[in-house]
């Protein structure tokens, strides 16, 4: 018993942080990426207003057309997303190559966060865009704001704004994309455990899903009398 009494113990473990990137400003590139996903709204914005009569002439004449409405949505949806995940990927790229931020642990599945985050961007402003008959320019500055916004509160202008907003109001970091976003590509840069890292990605396409459905029920059936 005197003998275990006098061993020394140690409870804690040392880990090595050098093969993580632990610089703090990193994390605004972070913010940037994911400001870069939700401005891939103004792109699902024009999905909605194209395929409703009254607020486009596109519209117009694809609601006169045989093709079923939610086939053409979907397509342009799909078109659209993949059009900005590449758009997003040379931004991404140009940040790794060109200004030598390292954001390149775990490559497959950053390269996944920022294609998730280009849905979820996409998907939320076809859903802006499919409520009321707001006008272009209405709808256009719901999302600019409303996207810096999120922004905002993920850290984008300062720094430590995701830690104030967590010790207030943890919720809105649970549902924000930009927050989403933004900790994804957090989690996979310092941390070995990807738990929280998944539970981003899988809360950004639960949100993505949302978006989608919502749009969907408010442009199907719609019918003008006059357009």
């Given at each position: 018993?005197?003998?275990?009494?006098?061993?020394?113990v140690?409870y804690?473990k040392?880990?090595?942080?050098?093969?993580h990137?632990t610089?703090?400003?990193?994390q605004?590139f972070?913010?940037?990426?994911?400001?870069?996903c939700?401005?891939?709204s103004?792109s699902?914005?024009?999905v909605s207003?194209?395929?409703q009569?009254?607020?486009?002439?596109?519209?117009a004449?694809?609601?006169?057309?045989p093709?079923h409405?939610?086939?053409v949505?979907?397509?342009?949806?799909f078109?659209?997303?993949?059009f900005?995940?590449?758009?997003n990927l040379?931004?991404?790229?140009?940040i790794?190559l060109?200004?030598?931020?390292?954001l390149?642990?775990?490559l497959p599945l950053?390269?996944?966060t920022?294609?998730?985050g280009?849905l979820?961007?996409?998907?939320?402003?076809?859903?802006?865009?499919?409520i009321?008959?707001?006008?272009?320019?209405t709808?256009?500055g719901?999302l600019?704001?409303?996207?810096?916004?999120?922004?905002?509160?993920?850290?984008l202008?300062?720094?430590n704004m995701?830690?104030?907003?967590?010790?207030t109001?943890?919720?809105i970091?649970?549902?924000?994309?930009?927050?989403l976003?933004?900790?994804a590509?957090?989690?996979?840069?310092?941390q070995?455990n990807?738990n929280?890292y998944?539970?981003c990605i899988l809360?950004l396409?639960g949100i993505?899903?949302?978006f989608?459905l919502g749009g969907?029920?408010?442009?199907?059936?719609?019918?003008?009398?006059s357009?």
């Open positions: 018993m005197l003998q275990s009494l006098s061993e020394q140690t804690t040392e880990v090595s942080l050098n093969k990137n610089d703090t400003y990193t605004y972070y913010n940037l990426i994911a400001m870069a939700l401005f891939t103004l699902g914005l024009y207003l194209n395929n009569g009254n607020l486009s002439a596109i519209g004449r694809r609601n006169v057309s093709v409405k939610m086939k949505i979907i397509a342009e949806l078109s659209n997303v993949i900005q995940f590449i758009c040379v931004s991404f790229a140009f790794v060109v200004l030598k931020i390292d390149t642990y775990h950053a390269i996944l920022v294609f998730v280009c979820t961007g996409t998907t939320m402003g076809f859903f802006v865009g499919s009321g008959a707001f006008s272009e320019g709808k256009q719901i600019v704001s409303g996207s810096l916004l999120l922004c905002f509160l993920s850290g202008m300062v720094g995701w830690i104030i907003v967590e010790n109001c943890p919720v970091n649970r549902i924000s994309p930009a927050a976003i933004s900790r590509f957090y989690t996979l840069g310092i070995d990807l929280q998944y539970q809360t396409v993505s899903a949302l989608c969907f029920l408010l442009t199907r059936r719609k019918r003008y009398a357009i």
